[in-house]
């Protein structure tokens, strides 16, 4: 009796796993369908949805230079205003050159997205490769580099070394912004003014040297496109048809 039933047994289980469940398929479609419906409904599942908020992008900071790090994070604060006042919201990462696998989930080792931005903090070269480069100079579309003497000769210059923080975010945010604000992006007022005077230190120590309008509103403009060719990706890699859904063996457990 009992080898009967062990027989009985062993053919229902041999007839369920030879045969495709009807409400399978069904139950696959209807969650694709759902995930499809979701993103489209909320394509603000990575970052908040850019017609309703202010763009955001993130910032990796490498820091090739003397500055301490409370010096470092002092400027990341005031280039966070001047582009926070732009209508920009910045994330900041403070990256290093790391040896230890351990380390690979540090978001400083993953792939850069578009949303992306890697700022150098680098000593003045010797050779001046850049006609225009006094703060530094940009690489497009990610790459952006700052030298860190700059700030160093102007604060000396006003015997104020207080004042090294502040203008090295205003280099950040200065550099940040040819990045957003694209090639030949320099002005006769504001931030992106192409050399500065004590004049413009003084503006700099009152948070008053800051993006036009124009400007911020080019660069919101330009996030915001960076955020939906992200969001666009992202979509692409999770909403996929069912028929390109990929298909794996697995043992089942009975």
Same mark, same amino acid.
């Given at each position: 009796?009992?080898?009967?039933?062990?027989?009985?047994?062993?053919?229902?289980?041999?007839?369920?796993?030879?045969?495709?469940?009807? +409400?399978?398929?069904?139950?696959?479609?209807?969650?694709?369908?759902?995930?499809?419906?979701?993103?489209?409904?909320?394509?603000?599942?990575?970052?908040?949805?850019? =017609?309703?908020?202010?763009?955001?992008?993130?910032?990796?900071?490498?820091?090739? %230079?003397?500055?301490?790090?409370? #010096?470092?994070?002092?400027?990341?604060?005031?280039?966070?205003?001047?582009?926070?006042?732009?209508?920009?919201? %910045?994330? +900041?990462?403070?990256?290093?050159?790391?040896?230890?696998?351990?380390?690979?989930?540090?978001?400083?080792? =993953?792939?850069?997205? %578009? %949303?992306?931005?890697?700022?150098?903090?680098?000593?003045?070269?010797? =050779?001046?490769?850049?006609?225009?480069?006094?703060?530094?100079?940009?690489? =497009?579309?990610?790459?952006?580099?700052?030298?860190?003497?700059?700030?160093?000769?102007?604060?000396?210059?006003?015997?104020?070394?207080?004042?090294?923080?502040?203008?090295?975010?205003?280099?950040?945010?200065?550099?940040?912004?040819?990045?957003?604000?694209?090639?030949?992006?320099?002005?006769?007022?504001?931030? /992106?003014?192409?050399? +500065? #005077?004590?004049?413009?230190?003084?503006?700099? /120590?009152?948070?008053?040297?800051?993006?036009?309008?124009?400007?911020?509103?080019?660069?919101?403009?330009?996030?915001?496109?960076?955020?939906?060719?992200?969001?666009?990706?992202?979509?692409?890699?999770?909403?996929?048809?069912?028929? #390109?859904?990929?298909?794996?063996?697995?043992?089942?457990? +009975?």
């Amino acid at each position: 009796m009992k080898t009967r039933i062990n027989k009985e047994h062993s053919t229902a289980v041999a007839g369920l796993r030879g045969h495709r469940l009807p +409400w399978l398929g069904l139950g696959i479609r209807v969650m694709a369908g759902l995930i499809s419906t979701i993103w489209l409904a909320f394509p603000g599942a990575r970052f908040a949805c850019a =017609q309703d908020y202010n763009p955001a992008i993130r910032v990796r900071v490498d820091n090739y %230079t003397p500055a301490s790090p409370a #010096e470092l994070a002092m400027a990341e604060r005031e280039a966070a205003r001047i582009l926070g006042a732009a209508g920009l919201r %910045t994330i +900041w990462l403070i990256c290093r050159e790391v040896d230890s696998l351990a380390l690979l989930q540090d978001p400083c080792q =993953q792939p850069l997205e %578009t %949303t992306d931005i890697v700022l150098r903090v680098v000593s003045e070269p010797t =050779q001046n490769k850049f006609n225009d480069a006094v703060f530094g100079f940009s690489v =497009q579309p990610v790459l952006a580099t700052v030298y860190y003497e700059y700030p160093v000769r102007l604060a000396k210059k006003d015997d104020a070394v207080f004042e090294l923080p502040v203008i090295l975010g205003c280099v950040m945010a200065h550099e940040i912004g040819h990045l957003l604000l694209g090639p030949n992006s320099h002005s006769g007022s504001g931030i /992106m003014q192409p050399s +500065w #005077e004590r004049k413009q230190v003084r503006q700099a /120590m009152t948070g008053s040297l800051l993006f036009t309008s124009a400007q911020a509103k080019h660069i919101r403009a330009e996030a915001r496109t960076r955020m939906n060719s992200e969001m666009a990706d992202l979509k692409s890699q999770i909403v996929k048809p069912v028929d #390109e859904w990929p298909t794996t063996k697995t043992k089942s457990v +009975w």
